[in-house]
């Protein structure tokens, strides 16, 4: 299994006092660093390259966000997102780390890998940056599947506590990925209903502020999973936000640590069914350190498992 990550995605400042700060990838990277992940393959994330931003994102989105980043202090995108000197590279690579991953495992180099990156990616849309995502990495990811490798049916899971909205947008009439989610709702931002379709290819599971282990597990056990297993992916693609964890600070759900183990265990199931194995993750939220220590390790370690 292949681990994807580099120094630069530490570079990436959003303000004094923002939730989205290089201590997180620094709390994941510290519980990798164990002897438990000893087999990990380390590797050092590539930059996106333009093709690869261009199959997901408009010309003029690329422009701004290049446009944008700044010599000095930051720059602001939306209320929530910001550039500082180092925004652009780290999102290259958080993004070229997804797109290099898929290469890997469609190559039978690695049968799983995991990105630990940062920006997140999965509310950034096809024109904008939003909730601190500049670009959408596993999107990128995806349409690399299908573009690049001629793959027919990718399946993306997003577990993160907020809808992935960027993702749903830029498939929502692509029949060739499935997106499937659970998230709070009402929550950030405002997307997920259940009646949000696309072109059949979207499924979501809102779950109400307060729910638990039993109600996430349920979703997934029998809204979620069934759809994934009965689309048959060559190929499964995770956005693995750890935000839904009792104790982050962002939401209000009260899922444990085992539940993203739980979770990895069950995606990897349909991995080996369908996909011959390949299964390729990336970081997305997770504001608790506690938690995201504590949750990647779980989900890392059921993927070597």
Same mark, same amino acid.
Do not use: K
């Given at each position: 299994m292949?681990?994807?990550?580099?120094?630069?995605?530490?570079g990436?400042?959003?303000?004094?006092?923002?939730?989205? #700060?290089? &201590?997180?990838?620094? +709390? @994941?990277?510290?519980? !990798?660093?164990?002897?438990?992940?000893? $087999?990990?393959?380390? /590797?050092?994330?590539?930059?996106?390259?333009?093709e690869?931003?261009?199959?997901?994102?408009?010309a003029?989105?690329l422009?701004?966000?290049?446009?944008?980043?700044?010599?000095?202090?930051?720059?602001?995108?939306?209320?929530?997102?910001?550039?500082?000197?180092?925004?652009l590279?780290?999102?290259?690579?958080? #993004?070229? &780390?997804?797109?290099a +991953? @898929?290469?890997?495992? !469609?190559a039978?180099?690695?049968?799983? $890998?995991?990105?630990? /990156?940062?920006?997140p990616?999965?509310?950034?849309?096809?024109?904008?940056?939003?909730?601190?995502?500049?670009?959408?990495?596993v999107a990128?990811?995806?349409?690399?599947?299908l573009?690049?490798h001629?793959?027919k049916?990718?399946?993306?899971?997003?577990?993160?506590?907020?809808?992935?909205?960027?993702?749903? #947008?830029?498939?929502?009439?692509?029949p060739?990925?499935?997106?499937?989610?659970?998230?709070?709702?009402?929550?950030?931002?405002?997307?997920?209903?259940?009646?949000?379709?696309?072109?059949?290819?979207?499924?979501?599971a809102?779950?109400?502020p307060?729910?638990?282990s039993a109600?996430?597990?349920?979703?997934w056990?029998?809204a979620l999973?069934?759809?994934?297993?009965?689309?048959?992916?060559q190929?499964?693609?995770?956005?693995?936000?750890?935000d839904?964890?009792?104790?982050?600070p962002?939401?209000?759900?009260?899922?444990?640590?085992?539940?993203?183990?739980w979770?990895?265990?069950?995606?990897?199931?349909?991995?080996?069914?369908h996909?011959?194995?390949?299964?390729?993750?990336?970081?997305?939220?997770?504001?608790?350190?506690?938690?995201?220590r504590?949750a990647?390790?779980?989900?890392?370690?059921?993927?070597?498992?």
């Open positions: 292949r681990l994807y990550t580099h120094a630069a995605c530490l990436h400042h959003a303000g004094p006092g923002h939730p989205e #700060a290089p &201590a997180r990838l620094e +709390a @994941v990277l510290q519980a !990798l660093d164990h002897d438990r992940f000893v $087999a990990l393959d380390r /590797v050092e994330a590539p930059a996106a390259t333009r690869q931003l261009l199959r997901v994102h408009a003029e989105h422009a701004r966000v290049f446009g944008a980043a700044p010599q000095q202090g930051f720059s602001r995108l939306d209320p929530d997102t910001a550039m500082s000197p180092g925004s590279e780290a999102a290259l690579r958080a #993004a070229g &780390a997804c797109c +991953a @898929v290469d890997a495992v !469609l039978g180099e690695a049968r799983r $890998a995991f990105c630990a /990156v940062r920006p990616g999965h509310h950034a849309t096809r024109d904008a940056a939003m909730g601190f995502c500049l670009f959408n990495n990128a990811a995806a349409a690399h599947a573009d690049a001629g793959l049916r990718v399946a993306v899971v997003d577990f993160d506590v907020h809808h992935g909205n960027g993702t749903q #947008a830029i498939f929502w009439d692509e060739r990925v499935l997106y499937v989610s659970s998230h709070q709702m009402p929550l950030y931002p405002g997307t997920g209903a259940i009646n949000e379709h696309g072109a059949g290819n979207i499924v979501n809102p779950l109400p307060g729910s638990g109600q996430f597990r349920e979703v056990e029998h999973l069934p759809r994934l297993f009965a689309f048959r992916p190929l499964v693609l995770v956005s693995a936000g750890f839904a964890h009792r104790l982050d962002l939401a209000n759900l009260d899922v444990e640590t085992e539940d993203f183990a979770i990895t265990r069950r995606l990897v199931d349909l991995a080996e069914a996909a011959g194995g390949r299964l390729v993750s990336s970081l997305e939220g997770g504001y608790s350190l506690t938690a995201l504590a990647c390790a779980a989900h890392v370690g059921a993927l070597l498992d």
